[in-house]
């Protein structure tokens, strides 16, 4: 059975924390020549006004296609990369192809477009990410404001004070600043009016339970009065299913990304459905 083998050897390559060192070795050797080669590419994730549905931004989603066709998810590597110090690598890596990307699309994209790149807690709070993103926005002549930061709640809160004084350097140079993740992060409220991020971006667990009884519901309102009182844009993530959209909206949201609206795609796909009529000149610089 094609698709158990194709589990069984994605199992191989993801030892969990228990495995032996040996195959994590060798996954850490993969992924940094992964990096090196063709082997990564960009997945795009649109998103859209609750209101009128009306594109907004997209995030960039990192994909790893191994030698040998495997698929291995974000999920996977990613914590495995934050371990292993090939994150602040994997982060300017994404971060350049992104920009590459967008300085093509510049000229056709609705002008509150916002492209969204993860960042990690490494990246952020050492403050090392700031000269780099920077020299790289410069090198490919793209503007600050059509680009979103995204950092995990819990990476902030990780070395809070470091995370807020790279937030203000990189807003004051004009890139807007997300919140990823948030309420899985044991921040306090008391730590949000000191960051001066532009979004809030609201974790896809609350997303899941909007339709099974108030509390989920009553969090992203709390999330939602807050987030607004301090004057940041509100997205709620994950969202699956016409119920949760309208529920999300119902509770303030006033953006949004999900399954129900548009799946995470590769480049072509996203200029084809997505920044029409201009796609024909665009694929033609893609490829
Ligand atoms: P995230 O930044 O919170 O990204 C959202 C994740 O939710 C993505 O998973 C996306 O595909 C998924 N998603 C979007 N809509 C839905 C939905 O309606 N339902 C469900 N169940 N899931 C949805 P993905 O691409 O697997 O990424 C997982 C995580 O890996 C990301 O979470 C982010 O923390 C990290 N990551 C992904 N790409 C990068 C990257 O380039 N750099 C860094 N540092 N981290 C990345
Ligand atoms: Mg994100
Ligand atoms: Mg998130
Ligand atoms: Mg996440």
Same mark, same amino acid.
């Given at each position: 059975?094609?698709? =158990?083998?194709?589990?069984?050897?994605?199992?191989?390559?993801?030892?969990?924390?228990?495995?032996?060192?040996?195959?994590?070795?060798?996954?850490?050797?993969?992924?940094?020549?992964?990096?090196?080669?063709?082997?990564?590419?960009?997945?795009?994730?649109?998103?859209?006004?609750?209101?009128?549905?009306?594109?907004?931004?997209?995030?960039?989603?990192?994909?790893?296609?191994?030698?040998?066709?495997? #698929?291995?998810?974000?999920?996977?590597?990613?914590?495995?990369?934050?371990?292993?110090?090939? /994150?602040? %690598?994997?982060?300017?890596?994404?971060?350049?192809?992104?920009?590459?990307?967008?300085?093509?699309?510049? *000229?056709?994209?609705?002008?509150?477009?916002?492209?969204?790149?993860?960042?990690?807690?490494?990246?952020?709070?050492?403050?090392?990410?700031?000269?780099?993103?920077?020299?790289?926005?410069?090198?490919?002549?793209?503007?600050?404001?059509?680009?979103?930061?995204? /950092?995990?709640?819990? *990476? =902030? #809160?990780? *070395?809070?004070?470091?995370?807020?004084?790279?937030?203000?350097?990189? %807003?004051?140079? &004009?890139?807007?600043?997300? =919140?990823?993740?948030?309420?899985?992060?044991?921040? *306090?409220?008391?730590?949000?009016?000191?960051?001066?991020?532009?979004?809030?971006?609201?974790?896809?667990?609350?997303?899941?339970?909007?339709?099974?009884?108030?509390?989920?519901?009553?969090?992203?309102?709390?999330?939602?009065? /807050? &987030?607004?009182?301090? @004057?940041?844009?509100?997205?709620?993530? @994950?969202?699956?299913?016409?119920?949760?959209?309208?529920?999300?909206?119902?509770?303030?949201?006033?953006?949004?990304?999900?399954?129900?609206?548009?799946?995470?795609?590769?480049?072509?796909?996203?200029?084809?459905?997505?920044?029409?009529?201009?796609?024909?000149?665009?694929?033609?610089?893609?490829?």
């Amino acid at each position: 059975n094609h698709a =158990i083998d194709k589990q069984h050897r994605v199992c191989q390559y993801l030892p969990n924390q228990q495995a032996d060192s040996k195959a994590r070795l060798s996954l850490e050797a993969r992924l940094r020549r992964a990096i090196d080669s063709e082997q990564l590419f960009l997945y795009f994730q649109p998103q859209f006004t609750l209101a009128d549905r009306r594109l907004v931004g997209a995030e960039v989603l990192v994909r790893w296609r191994d030698q040998d066709g495997n #698929m291995i998810s974000p999920g996977e590597f990613i914590p495995l990369a934050e371990q292993t110090g090939l /994150i602040a %690598r994997l982060d300017h890596w994404v971060f350049e192809r992104a920009i590459e990307m967008l300085a093509g699309w510049q *000229s056709h994209l609705p002008k509150d477009f916002r492209l969204s790149v993860n960042f990690s807690a490494v990246s952020v709070s050492r403050g090392l990410c700031e000269l780099w993103v920077m020299e790289l926005t410069e090198k490919w002549k793209v503007d600050p404001h059509y680009i979103c930061l995204e /950092i995990t709640e819990s *990476s =902030i #809160m990780s *070395s809070p004070e470091q995370a807020k004084q790279s937030i203000e350097r990189l %807003r004051s140079c &004009g890139f807007d600043i997300a =919140i990823d993740d948030f309420g899985t992060g044991y921040s *306090s409220m008391a730590y949000l009016k000191h960051l001066p991020v532009t979004h809030i971006k609201i974790d896809q667990a609350f997303t899941a339970g909007l339709e099974h009884g108030k509390a989920d519901q009553q969090i992203v309102r709390a999330i939602v009065t /807050i &987030g607004k009182s301090f @004057g940041h844009r509100i997205l709620i993530e @994950g969202v699956e299913g016409a119920g949760q959209a309208k529920l999300a909206e119902e509770l303030g949201c006033q953006y949004v990304q999900g399954y129900h609206f548009a799946k995470p795609m590769g480049g072509a796909d996203f200029i084809e459905q997505y920044l029409k009529p201009a796609a024909n000149e665009l694929i033609y610089q893609l490829a």
